[in-house]
């Protein structure tokens, strides 16, 4: 071995790598997670290819935490309604706060849905593709303490998820108003920006608001509902439940558009807030 070889050898095995490797553990972990993320996503597979503005794409590359919640193997079946939720990833909002799964269904099993990053979950009323939308109208979205998000599933379908954000103390008001103002802003719109979408295809997004005061301190209902253009395929209809108790804000997104249901699991999150 060359003299100029040997010396260049001993300083790579003195090198250390950008970042610290990932233990085996860690590495576990993330294929654990990786498989739940799959596995959700091919029962909300119908969803995530609508988009649907901001509320739809991420479904298909959310990281769930692996693991059962209730303590039993992972072979075990449908979680009961009484199950222990997980504890919360680096937050201080509480299972207290969250539905639980019987308060979904009877067979409905719940799933922690990683943080996405240091400013915990996307808001679920964010809608770039919205040419009214702008971030800063928001001011609210700064104040936000905490937030926690659970997707609820039955059988390999998504039934429902939910968001739970505690804002700073006085802060619920404004934190509410800010979701009136951006359904206001953004009645409708199109979407046509995912990069898979065929040059001029893409979807007509409506928000319609159903109803005010369904639970707690403030509360609204909308639908939405995204029409295809440019390509054959069928119109999908959400429903959104979002509800204020105090300084915490809880939205529920129900995949299937079923109004009535959406109004029970906002009365159910209201009296989960307390």
């Given amino acids: 071995m060359s003299d100029q070889l040997a010396t260049l050898i001993d ?23 990786r498989a739940h993320r799959q596995a959700l996503a091919a029962g909300a597979a119908t969803f995530a290819v609508v988009g649907l503005g901001a509320g739809l794409p991420w479904v298909v590359d959310v990281d769930h935490r692996g693991g059962p919640v209730d303590g039993t193997s992972s072979t075990a079946g449908a979680t009961s309604s009484s199950a222990a939720l997980p504890a919360p990833l680096g937050t201080d909002v509480p299972s207290s706060l969250m539905l639980r799964p019987g308060d979904v269904g009877a067979s409905v099993r719940v799933e922690e849905v990683d943080d996405q990053g240091p400013d915990g979950p996307d808001w679920p009323w964010a809608m770039p593709p919205c040419s009214n939308y702008r971030a800063r109208d928001y001011p609210s979205r700064g104040a936000v303490v905490s937030a926690r998000l659970l997707a609820y599933a039955e059988g390999g379908s998504s039934r429902a998820f939910e968001w739970v954000e505690r804002h700073s103390a006085g802060g619920g008001p404004a934190a509410f108003q800010d979701v009136l103002r951006v359904v206001g802003q953004c009645p409708s719109y199109r979407d046509m920006g995912l990069p898979t979408y065929e040059p001029g295809t893409g979807w007509a997004v409506t928000n319609e608001v159903l109803a005010r005061d369904v639970a707690g301190d403030d509360s609204l209902l909308v639908r939405r509902r995204a029409t295809p253009v440019g390509m054959a395929a069928p119109e999908r209809i959400e429903c959104y439940v979002t509800v204020r108790v105090g300084d915490l804000i809880a939205t529920v997104r129900l995949p299937n558009g079923d109004e009535a249901e959406a109004r029970a699991l906002g009365e159910r999150a209201a009296a989960r807030l307390g």
Avoid: K
């Fill in 11 to 33: 300083e790579v095995r003195g090198m250390h790598p950008p970042t610290p490797f990932a233990s085996p553990a860690a590495v576990r972990r993330r294929g654990r997670q």
